[in-house]
């Protein structure tokens, strides 16, 4: 196994990091030219990354993430965002209208865009034997980060990205069985209905402390109702999903 498939198949998430760790400017710089060079929609790269350096703007995030105190610890938090805002400079400069800047499918090209730079990132900080979490509740406090960060238009934040040194370690999580997640030529769905159930009893076994109920249940009570409608409101206000036909 080469050590790049190695580094992707030990990925684990950390929670909890050395507050006194620092990331020298060459790894930081290293893990950005990474995410940088990710695959991107006609090269267009829609996204940014914003790098939480000041202490207290950070503890203004970690106030309204208590669940997630690593922000503070950590030695980078990125935060990615989805970014059509400089696309629309773009069409600007040209005399173009930017119509389809609203539509649907705009937004899944930055949201695709902006995660695999993310992913690069994670990758590349692994390789160098830091610790990361990803942290997607920052999606539930969307509203005060395009404040706090002076967002413009077309901009969005989708996740932050703890990077730093380890302070407790973690176990290596199972995943579902490849036949749920990997199909020759057509969907077979078949089997998943017995796969989902193996899996749950392997997750019980595994017993994650800060799991509070099994798989399958912990996915339906995050399916039982809609997101906060805000959210939807909050994107339109943005710039994106206002397309109408």
Not at 107 to 136: H, K, R, Y
Not at 191 to 205: C, F, G, K, Q, R
Request: glycine fraction near 6%; proline fraction near 6%; hydrophobic fraction near 40%.
């Amino acid at each position: 196994m080469n050590p790049t498939i190695q580094t992707l198949t030990q990925h684990r998430t950390y929670r909890d990091f050395d507050p006194e760790y620092r990331l020298d400017d060459a790894s930081l710089e290293a893990i950005l030219a990474a995410a940088q060079q990710a695959p991107a929609w006609r090269n267009a790269q829609h996204y940014s990354i914003i790098n939480i350096k000041d202490a207290d703007l950070r503890a203004k995030i970690v106030a309204l993430q208590p669940l997630n105190p690593q922000i503070g610890d950590c030695a980078e938090f990125l935060i990615f965002c989805a970014d059509l805002y400089k696309t629309k400079l773009a069409s600007d400069a040209m005399g173009g209208s930017f119509n389809g800047g609203g539509h649907p499918e705009a937004f899944i090209n930055a949201i695709s865009d902006t995660s695999m730079a993310f992913q690069n990132a994670v990758v590349a900080a692994e390789s160098l034997g830091l610790a990361i979490c990803p942290i997607g509740g920052l999606r539930a406090v969307a509203t005060e980060l395009i404040d706090l960060l002076n967002l413009p238009q077309y901009v969005y934040p989708i996740v932050g990205l703890c990077i730093g040194k380890p302070s407790v370690e973690m176990r290596l999580k199972p995943r579902l069985p490849l036949r749920a997640v990997y199909f020759d030529n057509q969907y077979d769905a078949s089997h998943l209905p017995a796969d989902l159930a193996d899996y749950e009893a392997t997750m019980t076994e595994f017993g994650e402390k800060r799991e509070k109920f099994p798989w399958r249940q912990k996915l339906s009570y995050s399916y039982d109702k809609a997101p906060d409608a805000k959210s939807h409101a909050l994107l339109k206000q943005q710039g994106f999903l206002t397309y109408e036909e």
